[in-house]
């Protein structure tokens, strides 16, 4: 190729990721488009965009082609550990020619084989915001050339301005879910637990959300719930509701007295907002399981040498509707090494089919295994991708005899 047919096809590549038609697409679609611009441009398998959560000081995946289970997932990658981690820490573009367990910790990128990387670092304002890879599922050397041009596929994206504006509503929609969510579950002797929590909309929150924490008495409290609509309002009601009800764990330690508790509150002073709530509660010793849904789906069990159902219970009415109902408390044994998990929702429904399909979809995906594992198996086969309603998982697992 002549120098003249060089400069033609360089600037060919420039003007397929410069085109102004980009500056005019919404944040996920701009995203996107880029992503498979990348990959046609540089002949690649896959491309990924991940974002900077500072507070955590990790790399969430945002945007995906190729690799689409780390969105699905939520992978999260500590700056300066991995091969994502190293490129945001140094700032600089990071080449693996070979993609090994020393140069990866993302078991994602092992699981499907990309066997060669190249990534560069995203900057807003001067500083990192994020990482831009590549990768390929057959060797591959990346030369000058593809960082050049990958280089400028990620300032592409800062320059919009879209990455800034799409950083700023995520890490505010991020600030709000710390201050509801746990920050980090708690570690309880006898019991290991994981959770997810995948908001249904661009970078927002919603009124989902889970809760786990230790009483007086010595029993476990842990929470899922469902408060309807999406956005701010939901997550502000949420987080009172949440509040409430950690008050009311004090007062009583069965979990139909506690709902009825809050579903006073619920009716007196969030009229008109549609909840629905399981709280389940583990003894001292870890054999006893009680528990109590307002309105809410039946958690998965999982024990060892049986088959994982849907836990048998009744299902009183939401909080906030009608007259206050009479609650049950329903009790049931919790062997060792059994799994019980709890879920929003927006798992399992979908407008195109039943619940029950769902559900048994949910149920042949959880074992009594580990419970980030579990997790992970979850969000990635039974959540649906890209999510239309917020999703919150929790697994909780049994590890000691008593």
Not at 88 to 94: M, T, Y
Not at 143 to 163: K, P, S
Not at 347 to 366: M, T, Y
Request: glycine fraction near 8%; charged fraction near 20%; proline fraction near 7%.
């Amino acid at each position: 190729m002549d120098e003249q047919a060089v400069m033609r096809e360089r600037l060919r590549r420039m003007e397929a990721v410069t085109d102004v038609a980009l500056s005019r697409l919404g944040v996920p679609a701009m995203l996107d488009a880029l992503l498979d611009r990348a990959r046609v441009l540089l002949g690649t398998d896959t491309a990924v965009i991940l974002l900077l959560d500072p507070h955590a000081r990790q790399l969430v995946a945002t945007a995906a082609k190729g690799l689409e289970a780390e969105v699905r997932q939520g992978v999260r990658i500590p700056v300066g550990q991995g091969f994502a981690g190293r490129v945001a820490q140094s700032r600089r573009p990071v080449v693996v020619t070979d993609v090994t367990p020393a140069n990866v910790i993302n078991p994602i990128l092992l699981e499907t084989g990309v066997r060669s990387l190249l990534g560069v670092p995203i900057f807003a304002a001067g500083e990192v915001v994020g990482v831009l890879h590549v990768g390929t599922f057959t060797p591959r050397r990346f030369g000058a050339d593809d960082i050049a041009l990958l280089q400028l596929v990620a300032d592409r994206a800062g320059v919009a301005g879209h990455i800034r504006s799409a950083k700023a509503e995520q890490q505010a929609a991020l600030s709000l879910q710390r201050s509801l969510l746990p920050p980090q579950l708690p570690e309880l002797p006898g019991l290991s637990m994981a959770a997810r929590y995948l908001p249904g909309h661009e970078f927002g929150v919603g009124g989902d959300w889970y809760d786990v924490f230790p009483l007086p008495s010595g029993w476990t409290g842990l929470v899922i719930g469902d408060v309807s609509g999406h956005g701010l309002a939901s997550a502000v009601v949420m987080g009172r509701i949440r509040s409430a009800l950690r008050a009311y764990a004090l007062v009583s330690d069965d979990p139909a007295e506690v709902l009825s508790l809050l579903d006073r509150k619920v009716h007196h002073f969030e009229a008109g907002s549609l909840t629905t709530a399981l709280y389940t509660m583990i003894s001292p010793d870890r054999s006893v399981v009680r528990l109590s849904s307002a309105g809410h789906l039946p958690p998965v069990l999982a024990v060892p040498g049986r088959d994982t159902v849907l836990m048998d219970a009744p299902v009183n009415a939401p909080l906030g509707v009608g007259h206050p109902p009479r609650r049950c408390t329903t009790e049931v044994a919790l062997p060792p090494r059994s799994l019980l998990l709890g879920y929003t929702d927006g798992l399992v429904e979908r407008r195109d089919r039943i619940i029950d399909v769902g559900l048994k979809a949910l149920v042949s995906a959880v074992q009594a295994d580990d419970p980030h594992t579990v997790c992970s198996l979850v969000m990635s086969e039974v959540a649906q991708n890209p999510a239309t309603d917020d999703i919150a998982v929790m697994a909780v697992r049994r590890e000691t005899a008593g």
